[in-house]
Each structure stands twice: as C-alpha cells, then as structure tokens.
C-alpha cells in the first residue's frame, strides 16, 4: 500500500515537469517558425523576363506588398496576383504625383513623410515574420541597382530577417536591345549612375566629377535621367564633343514596346522630342550607343 502510494507521489511530482518540459519544446519549435522577408527583383519588364526563383517566392507567400501597377503588369503578361494577398502599397507617400510635387515645395515635410512610411512598412513587416508569414516585397529590375526597396523602406531593417532575389535590371535588358558590348575592349569602366548620384536631387553639386571620368573611356549608363535630360546635356556639353555617342532606349525588355533611339550629344534634345516619355527609358552613353 505505501508502494502504492509513493509511486502515485512521484507520477504527481513528474507531472508539472512533464508539462514544463513540453511547453519548453513547443515554444522553441514555433519560435523556429519565423516567416520570411523576400525582396524580390521582378525584372525589367513582365514576369516573363522575371527569374523562376523569384516566381516561386511570390507563388508561395502570404503577404505581398508592391506597387499599385504590379497586379496589372502581371495582368497583361496573362499572370495574376492574388489580389487577398496584396496588403497595402508601401510607397504610398514616398513616390507618386503628389509626392513628388511635395517632394519639391516641402522637402522636409516629404522626409517626414517618408520617415513615416518606412516606420509602416517595417513594424508591418517585422510583425508578419513573427506571426510565420512569408513576405514578398517587389520591386522593378534588380533591387541592388536604384532598387527603393533596399534604398528606403529597408534602411536599417536587420539584414536577419531579408533574403534579396536578384532580377535582371534594365541596364541588361537594354544593351540586349542596343545589341552591343558594354565592355568594348578600350572601354575601362561601365558606371551604372543616375543624374541624382552625381549632381545632387535638384543638380545643385558641381560637376567636375565628369570632367574627371571625361578622361577616360567610360560606358555610361543613367537611370531616371529623361526627365531631366536638358540639364544633363548642358554638363556633358561643357566637357564631351557633340559627336559622343548617346542612345536610349524605352521600355527595355517589353516585347511590344520597346524602343531605340541612337543620337549624340549635339542632336539629343531634338532627337528626344520625338518620343514622350521621361521614365521608362534608359540613358546609355558611350562607344556602345553607336
Ligand atoms: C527607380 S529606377 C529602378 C531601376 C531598377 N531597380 C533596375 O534595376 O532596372 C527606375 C529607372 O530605371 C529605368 N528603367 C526601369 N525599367 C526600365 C525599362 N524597362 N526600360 C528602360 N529603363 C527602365 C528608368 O531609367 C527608370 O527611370
């Protein structure tokens, strides 16, 4: 009988532990279910010229978070997003008509904003990963090349919680178009750059930079640069001959758009007018734009 009652004692005494024991093992394994933030380049264009990689991310996430755009192009290339998915448009704030506008009369108030946004998107985020969501957060060509994911909405998020998938960036889908070498045998760079990066947001820099980079035999390729371009021309013209060469090309990659326009320095303004759009289209400055 006391055997009886000793075992009984010790069944109950290892039964809290029992418990403890499982509950320990159950919060480690579901702490080790964190979801996942995928930055994920979507290519120049449609999905067709997005890697397969990247596709599979999107295909299996819970939450997506892109442009308002997004959904359309997948659209036209007869893909769809799931539109349940799409949370909300992270740049809401940070690009558009308006704040662009703002970006111009209130900088301030636009860093704010943006400030703001950024706080959004990351606690939003950072809250779905730790409810085990798998996040995609799409962004257009390559997210390492003038990618604002990487650049604004990520700035200072931890690198733990983000995988990048690369995309192929417009820079690649308009040499194919060019149908040239970016890396002729006397060329001894290829800069990748934007009128911002070297000028300064409203070409309030100097540019002795490009008499610098004049001396050598450079490819040139400038992203977000149409808008601009009569400024841009007006620096190149104090260092480079009118004969340099200078293509764009439009809507890179788009099988049914795409566009290119081979000028030189002396004749791209007019050459230009001809076709309207300050976007989608890519600077390329050099031997290769022949
Ligand atoms: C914010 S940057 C994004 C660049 C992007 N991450 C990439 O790797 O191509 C936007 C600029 O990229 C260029 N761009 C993007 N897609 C393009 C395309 N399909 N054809 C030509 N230029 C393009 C344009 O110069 C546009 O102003």
């Not at 506008?101 to 606690?123: F, H, M, P, R």
């Not at 090309?249 to 788009?254: E, I, M, Q, S």
Request: glycine share 8%; proline share 5%; charged share 25%.
């Amino acid at each position: 009988m006391e055997r009886k009652i000793r075992a009984r004692l010790k069944y109950q005494m290892a039964l809290p532990v029992f418990f403890l024991i499982i509950c320990f093992i159950v919060s480690v394994s579901y702490a080790g279910e964190e979801g996942r933030l995928y930055v994920v380049g979507m290519g120049p264009a449609g999905p067709d010229l997005t890697a397969p990689r990247a596709l599979a991310v999107i295909e299996k996430a819970d939450v997506i978070l892109c442009s308002p755009g997004m959904p359309k192009k997948f659209e036209r290339f007869g893909k769809s997003i799931d539109p349940k998915k799409v949370a909300f448009n992270p740049w809401e704030g940070i690009y558009g008509k308006e704040a662009k506008k703002l970006k111009k009369t209130n900088y301030k108030k636009w860093l704010q904003q943006v400030e703001n946004q950024t706080k959004k998107v990351q606690d939003f985020v950072l809250q779905q990963i730790k409810a085990g969501k798998t996040v995609v957060m799409m962004d257009g060509g390559d997210p390492c090349v003038y990618g604002p994911s990487l650049h604004r909405l990520l700035n200072g998020f931890d690198d733990k919680y983000f995988e990048v998938i690369p995309g192929m960036s417009a820079f690649n889908a308009a040499s194919a178009a060019l149908k040239r070498t970016m890396t002729g045998e006397n060329t001894k760079f290829v800069m990748l750059t934007a009128p911002s990066s070297l000028f300064g947001d409203f070409y309030e820099k100097g540019d002795e930079i490009l008499r610098d980079i004049s001396k050598y035999e450079t490819t040139m390729v400038f992203y977000m640069a149409l808008s601009s371009i009569d400024k841009l021309v007006e620096k190149f013209k104090k260092y480079y001959p009118p004969k340099l060469p200078m293509a764009v090309v439009y809507y890179a990659g788009y099988s049914e758009k795409e566009q290119v326009l081979r000028s030189t320095l002396g004749t791209i303004l007019d050459d230009l007018k001809k076709v309207d759009e300050t976007w989608i289209g890519l600077l390329i400055i050099g031997e290769c734009a022949k």
